[in-house]
């Protein structure tokens, strides 16, 4: 059996939420129906907000369903922005240099409209440079979108200092928190309260479905529609809900909350031991001696994103994948793409050493010993790879 160290990039679907999901997948399920199909489809929507809501510190109000972590972003900041049209007084937009592409590409997209796109820097540990940001914020700024953890380092912002600047500002802020979810504490009240008024969440991180996530936002920000239709998520995103779907997010939500409590009495699967985990993987991955990326700053526990000096990431990635260990190169996160990180980029990585990175996200059923025998064919492979380059050399 392969160990699957790559939760990032996707969790497998908690047979839990399969169960939950089966019968709506089976009924006649239209929640804007009127007839008994569609109440019950619309009461198993409500309840599933609620899930979501009670996960995140939210109330249910605040929770929009929509097809995953990119939608949220795209809603976020297209909605906002639509709210608003650019003028020579606020025509700014603020996002960090090491935002996920559904983050980056949107802000881009909203550059070719006449927005000014403002990326604020990072430093060596991909934490925002304040100075950076302060500076930016000089400028009459729209809106700004600033990651709550990276899913390429696991880096965590200060999005509570970022927030209560935009706020004295009076700038919506919009927080990218899909690889926080079940990962670290989230607390949307608290973070409302101190300036975020927008956060992006998806389902298929916490062993949801993939293609459902959330809009968590503050109900007095003016967001508009991407899509029109049959008024549903109170027309803010037209389309008949995929009720499955949205049931299986809010029993990923609720499974995040009662393993929570079940593995405090087993002292299984709890933040604690995947920080072991990683705690282990790092210590071998300095003696063997590859670098972390963003090791000095507050990381997720689960994230592991490093390299070793000369050794490609893709070819490293590909031969793990043939000793049944699956990870990530630093590419993964931006398609197709071979080209360095452009996360490690801003960070000031040397882009040789970016082409070598490779991401281990650990997960739910991960183990020491997986760990320990990755540490040992890890191994393995540079010695083999240096071999080879020394004999083409
Ligand atoms: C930080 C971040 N934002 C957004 C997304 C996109 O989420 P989804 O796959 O649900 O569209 C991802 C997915 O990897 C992510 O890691």
């Known amino acids: 059996m392969a160990a699957y160290f790559d939760h990032n990039a996707t969790t497998p679907l908690d047979p839990r939420v399969l169960q939950a999901m ?10 804007s129906s009127r007839h008994s199909f569609g109440r019950h489809a619309r009461q198993a929507v409500e309840s599933a907000r609620e899930q979501v809501a009670l996960a995140v510190g939210a109330h249910p109000t605040q929770v929009l369903f929509t097809s ?13 922005a639509a709210a608003l049209k650019p003028s020579p007084a606020l025509n700014q937009i603020v996002v960090s240099a090491v935002e996920h592409p559904a983050v ?9 409209q006449g927005w000014q796109l403002r990326v604020a820097a990072v430093d060596a540990n991909g934490l925002l440079d304040m100075d950076d940001f302060r500076i930016a914020l000089q400028t009459p700024t729209a809106l700004i979108s600033v990651m709550l953890a990276n899913n390429e380092t696991g880096v965590i912002q200060d999005v509570a200092t970022l927030a209560g600047l935009a706020k004295s500002q009076k700038i919506p802020f919009h927080t990218d928190a899909v690889q926080c979810l079940g990962k670290m504490a989230l607390d949307f009240a608290s973070l409302n309260a101190g300036g975020v008024q927008a956060m992006s969440l998806s ?6 479905p993939q293609g459902m996530g959330a809009l968590v936002f503050d109900k007095r920000l003016d967001i508009r529609p991407l899509q029109y239709g049959g008024g549903q998520e109170k027309g803010l995103r037209g389309g008949s809900e995929n009720v499955a779907a ?15 409590q079940g593995s405090a009495n087993t002292g299984s699967d709890s933040a604690e031991n995947i920080n072991e985990l990683r705690v282990t993987l790092e210590a071998g991955i300095h003696a063997l ?10 990381r997720l526990n689960n994230t592991s994103f490093f390299a070793f000096p000369e050794v490609d990431g893709e070819t490293l990635v590909m031969a793990l994948d043939r000793a049944n260990f699956a990870v990530a190169s630093g590419s993964a996160c931006s398609s197709d793409s071979t080209d360095p990180s452009p996360v490690l980029l801003a960070m000031g990585v ?3 050493l970016a082409q070598g990175a490779v991401r281990v996200s650990l997960g739910k059923g991960n183990s020491m010993q997986e760990v320990l025998e990755f540490l040992q064919v890890l191994q ?3 010695v083999r790879m240096k071999q080879f380059m020394a004999m083409a050399a």
């Open 22 to 31: 089966l019968p709506y997948m089976q009924q006649a399920t239209n929640a």
């Open 68 to 80: 995953g972590g990119t939608e949220a972003d795209n809603l976020a900041i297209q909605g906002l």
């Open 104 to 112: 980056m590409k949107t802000a881009q997209m909203l550059r070719r």
């Open 203 to 208: 389902a298929h991180k916490i062993g949801g």
């Open 246 to 260: 949205i049931v299986g997010f809010g029993a990923a939500c609720e499974l995040l909350g009662l393993d929570k």
């Open 289 to 298: 001696g590859g670098v972390i990326f963003g090791e000095h700053g507050p």
């Open 350 to 352: 040397d882009a040789k």
């Open 380 to 382: 393995g492979q540079l």
